[in-house]
Every structure is written in structure tokens, then in C-alpha cells.
């Protein structure tokens, strides 16, 4: 079976400082991994996704996260906060092949970015 | 459709009541999938439908719950006798098919409280 980690429900970051939203996963064989973040009251939009390649992966609106294979984790970073990246951000993963292709998520990680 | 849309946004039903859900996926998205998102839960995987494939009910939590997908497209999720526990946001979200790393495009959300 597959999972995905969130150990933070709540993230509190000063804007302009780095940010880091942790994830950790687990799944047989290589994974697909993606990060969404949801803003209030709104659907959840897809920020960016690992397949293969380069472990350090760069998504929408100055985000960024990096595949570490050997520690099933795949951070969400982004270097400078913005107030308006407050919102709740969820970590999914798949099987890259022969497994489901249902996305199992996380239980999603509140990212408060103080002014 | 330009995105995913989901009917109604909100509904306000008694215990006991059944509900129908609408979603209607992106033109062309040949998967279709049902999640609940419930406060501190996370998303809850309930039912994918692929193309004209048997729909994987792996996550439907009871019998009350069903699911059904006319002509390829759009899908009712229906909740019969519903309870308190019954009570999240329910989402739906759709993708091109389940070759390769698909991203799932979400609709707002349907918010179901069961008195």
C-alpha cells in the first residue's frame, strides 16, 4: 500500500524567509510524487511533480522541492515567503508503474506566512 | 469545459436524507476521480472511473455510497440514508488518463453538513 507523511499540520514562517514543507512517502517501486496547495475556500491547484531525472524540481509561483530517494522525502521549498503563500499544501504519491494509479495524499500542512 | 465543476457548492440535507453530488470533468479528461476532504483527515481517496473500464470502489467507506459515470463523462456520487459523519467537503477531479505522471485538475468542491 502506498502513504504519504505530513508530520506538520501547521507551518509558520515569517515573510521573506525561507520556507520548507516536509513530506515523506511510501510506495513500491519508483514513485510519482506531486505537491497542490488549496487557498481558501477554492479548489486544489497542482504546484509541481517528480518522475525522474534531476532530483530538485521547480513548480509554479517560486516553488520548489527536492526527491531524496534514500529518505522517502520530498520537501516543499520555496527561498523567500509571500503572505499570500499562506494556504494548506498537500503531498501526493503513485506508483510510477504497474501499481495504482490512484494518487494517495497527505493530510495537508497549513502554511501561515506572517507579514 | 474549461475546468471542473461541481454541483451544488453547498447543500444542507437532515440525517437520513440521500444526497446526489454532480461533477462535470474537463472535455477529453478520460479519468475521473472522488475524494472527502474532512477537517484534519486529509483527502480521502472514494472512487476512480477510467475511460469504460470497472470503476475501482476501493475507498467507498459503506454501501450508502455509490457512484456512477454516463457516456464518459459526467459522474453523480450519491450518499443514501446520510449520517453526521457524512458531513466534508467532497471533490472530484478528472485527467487525461492514467499513462504516465497524469495531474489531477480539481473542481471547488461540493460542501455536504448533515444535520
Known amino acids: 500500500a502506498q502513504s504519504v507523511a505530513q508530520p506538520e499540520d501547521q507551518v509558520n514562517v515569517a515573510e521573506g524567509n525561507p520556507l520548507t514543507v516536509k513530506c515523506t512517502y511510501s510506495?513500491?517501486?519508483?514513485?510519482?510524487l506531486f505537491w497542490y496547495v488549496q487557498y481558501p475556500n477554492r479548489g486544489l491547484q497542482f504546484l509541481l511533480k517528480?518522475?525522474?531525472?534531476?532530483?530538485l524540481v521547480k513548480g509554479s509561483y517560486g516553488f520548489e522541492a527536492e526527491f531524496n530517494k534514500s529518505q522517502t522525502s520530498f520537501h516543499l521549498k520555496k527561498p523567500s515567503a509571500l503572505v499570500s503563500d499562506s494556504a494548506l499544501y498537500f503531498c501526493a504519491v503513485r506508483a510510477g508503474s504497474g501499481g495504482s494509479y490512484i494518487p494517495t495524499f497527505g493530510r495537508g500542512t497549513s502554511l501561515i506566512v506572517h507579514p | 469545459g474549461a475546468g471542473v465543476s461541481q454541483s451544488p457548492s453547498n447543500k444542507v440535507t437532515e440525517k437520513g436524507k440521500d444526497v446526489e453530488l454532480r461533477c462535470d470533468p474537463i472535455s477529453g479528461h478520460t479519468a475521473l476521480y472522488w475524494y472527502r476532504q474532512s477537517l484534519g483527515q486529509g483527502l480521502e481517496f472514494l472512487i476512480y472511473f477510467q475511460g469504460n473500464s470497472a470503476p475501482d470502489k476501493s475507498g467507498l467507506p459503506s454501501d450508502r455510497f455509490s457512484a456512477e459515470r454516463t457516456g464518459g463523462s459526467v459522474s453523480t456520487l450519491t450518499i443514501q440514508r446520510t449520517q453526521q459523519e457524512d458531513s466534508a467537503v467532497y471533490l472530484c477531479?478528472?485527467?487525461?488518463?492514467?499513462?504516465?505522471?497524469?495531474?489531477?485538475?480539481f473542481g471547488a468542491g461540493s460542501r455536504l453538513t448533515v444535520l
Open positions: 510506495v513500491s517501486g519508483n514513485p510519482y
Open positions: 517528480y518522475i525522474t531525472g534531476d532530483n
Open positions: 477531479a478528472s485527467s487525461l488518463g492514467r499513462a504516465g505522471a497524469n495531474v489531477l485538475t
